[in-house]
């Protein structure tokens, strides 16, 4: 790890950008930009050499050959609501008009976010500063871990609306029936 520090280091300018709406990726050595609008989120199975089921996203360019791997959750993972909850997370990272999604690792960027800032002044019991800072791993596991993943578990991802609706041109007026396949033209 040590002789390969710098490049863990080093920041190549790609990335999630909430403040311009950007993806940064670099290809082929240059670095390229694109509208996270412009992405769409596939969860793939690719099961392991024994056949268990295994997922892992992808975020797909609508208008250019582009794909990207996205894994907050590492690879691969047996659940895919953690995959569905990945790409929640990741839409409402990107939405300037949500606050940051409240987890440990935006917990030090709350404060430089205006959204969020106007977010938890406004709630009626003010969200301490260092709330997950300040939180040792046997009060996670005692209080949060199992609440989460029940909630995540039991959440209908099918009927989450769909946050493109009226940022894509065309998007507006797709409408999906999953009992009946669109028809033909």
């Known amino acids: 790890m040590r002789k390969n520090e710098k490049k863990f280091k080093l920041d190549k300018g790609d990335g999630f950008f909430r403040r311009t709406g950007e993806v940064k990726n670099r290809r082929r050595g240059r670095l390229r930009s694109y509208r996270f609008i412009d992405f769409d989120a596939y969860v793939i199975n690719q099961p392991d050499q024994y056949g268990t089921p295994s997922f ?4 797909v360019h609508r208008y250019q050959n582009v794909q990207l791997p996205y894994n907050m959750i590492g690879s691969t993972n047996p659940n ?6 990945g790409w929640e997370f990741l839409q409402r990272f990107m939405d300037v008009t949500q606050p940051l999604p409240d ?11 205006p959204t969020t800032v106007g977010y938890d002044q406004a709630q009626k019991k003010p969200r301490p500063e260092r709330f997950w800072r300040d939180m040792g791993k046997a009060i996670w596991q005692k209080k949060y871990r199992d609440r989460y993943r029940r909630k995540m578990n039991q959440v209908n991802w099918q009927t989450i609306p769909d946050r493109m609706l009226g940022h894509v041109a065309g998007r507006e007026t797709v409408q999906f029936d999953v009992e009946r396949a669109p028809e033909q033209e």
Do not use: A, G
């Not at 892992?56 to 975020?59: E, I, K, Q, R, S």
């Not at 895919?80 to 909850?85: A, N, P």
């Open 56 to 59: 892992t996203m992808v975020l």
């Open 80 to 85: 895919i609501s953690e995959h569905y909850l």
């Open 103 to 113: 987890v440990p690792e935006l917990e030090p960027y709350r404060q430089q976010d």
